[in-house]
């Protein structure tokens, strides 16, 4: 659900998808892939920060780099 928009583009309440694991993984079209998702917070040098849950155990705002992000989605 939700429209496609560019990583570079996203703005706070946006839901990023992550990779999630080291295995080559399929892109932000697939929806049977293993990942993680949460909600954009902000862009801080080579990370993107994302407010979700189970990251550390707990609900938080944690930093993970591009290279993890697969998509960004956006609910109009």
């Known amino acids: 659900m939700g429209?496609?928009?560019d990583v570079?583009?996203?703005q706070r309440?946006?839901?990023v998808v992550l990779k999630r694991?080291?295995?080559s993984q399929p892109g932000p079209e697939v929806i049977q892939a293993?990942?993680?998702v949460g909600?954009?917070?902000r862009f801080d040098g080579t990370f993107v920060w994302v407010?979700?849950?189970n990251q550390g155990n707990s609900v938080s705002i944690a930093p993970f780099t591009y290279e993890?992000?697969?998509?960004?989605?956006r609910v109009t």
Do not use: E, K, Y
């Open 51 to 53: 407010l979700g849950g």
């Open 13 to 15: 309440g946006d839901i």
């Open 21 to 23: 694991g080291n295995p």
């Open 39 to 41: 909600f954009f917070d």
């Open 3 to 5: 429209v496609p928009v």
């Open 34 to 36: 293993p990942g993680h």
């Open 68 to 73: 993890r992000v697969l998509g960004v989605r």
């Open 8 to 10: 570079s583009a996203a």
